[in-house]
């Protein structure tokens, strides 16, 4: 499959997204999305997934001057017509997916490219990285799911610091908040990052999707509905091969080899 806005990537049992616009800082037009999409729609065995932007930039955020010829459409119609379209669709698949993911930011990520870098289950960050809401700087609203994603990562007071004053969380600042996993030099955040989904595709594959979606789910439901969906996930893990073989592995003390199934 080709692309034209990302390079898609097989690095052993990693599929590895690469943002490819660096003239415009990874500005994401609805296409890319859709191509975000197509990738992660054929996983093809991958076990784990990596996203990240070429050049010096993780994502500037949208770019609506796409290829979709809406230019004629007004403003407000034509950003809900891509979000509904194309952005949220894709931010849905990603929250759904059954394999662990993992970003790696440098420089900005903006808008929805901040939507995008925290919908991994890891999020990396450079020293030169920072994350930032800048809507409230023209007059729009935070979208991709932010004002969802913003108050479970931080709390509702630093949500509203980061939407309505529009500055920029530094990379340090965003790890001592909890808003992302890690910040490391930039000299090392691929490296870092690479390590984590290698470990992570190394993993219990059914288990570690099962995981992602069940918090996804707990965030929307009551503390029972919770565990009677831990059950169920638990009776479809407790199946896998990936079960009977850290079973046998941890009666046999060593350490288990899972293949993902």
């Not at 960050?125 to 409230?136: K, M």
């Not at 799911?145 to 965003?174: D, F, H, Y």
């Not at 999707?209 to 831990?230: I, N």
């Amino acid at each position: 499959m080709t692309y034209e806005m990302i390079r898609a990537e097989r690095d052993g049992d990693v599929l590895v997204l690469t943002l490819n616009r660096p003239e415009r800082l990874n500005a994401a037009p609805p296409q890319l999305f859709e191509e975000i999409g197509r990738a992660i729609d054929h996983l093809d065995g991958a076990r784990a997934v990596l996203i990240t932007g070429e050049g010096r930039a993780f994502c500037s955020g949208a770019d609506l001057a796409g290829r979709d010829g809406t230019s004629g459409i007004s403003g407000g119609a034509r950003a809900r017509k891509a979000l509904t379209e194309s952005y949220n669709p894709v931010m849905v698949k990603l929250s759904r997916l059954a394999v662990p993911i993992v970003s790696a930011v440098k420089g900005p990520a903006a808008g929805i490219g901040c939507s995008l870098a925290l919908a991994a289950d890891f999020c990396f960050a450079g020293d030169s990285g920072y994350f930032l809401q800048a809507f409230v700087n023209i007059g729009l609203v935070p979208d991709g799911g932010a004002s969802w994603m913003l108050a479970r990562l931080v709390g509702k007071a630093r949500a509203t610091e980061m939407m309505l004053l529009g500055e920029r969380i530094p990379a340090q600042r965003a790890h001592d908040w909890g808003l992302i996993y890690k910040c490391v030099p930039d000299t090392v955040l691929m490296d870092e990052a690479m390590a984590m989904a290698v470990r992570l595709a190394n993993g219990p594959t059914l288990a570690l999707g099962l995981m992602r979606q069940g918090l996804t789910a707990a965030l929307e439901s009551d503390y029972a509905t919770a565990l009677a969906g831990e059950a169920d996930r638990q009776a479809q893990a407790g199946d896998s091969a990936d079960a009977m073989e850290g079973a046998i592995s941890f009666l046999q003390k060593r350490k288990p080899a899972f293949k993902g199934a």
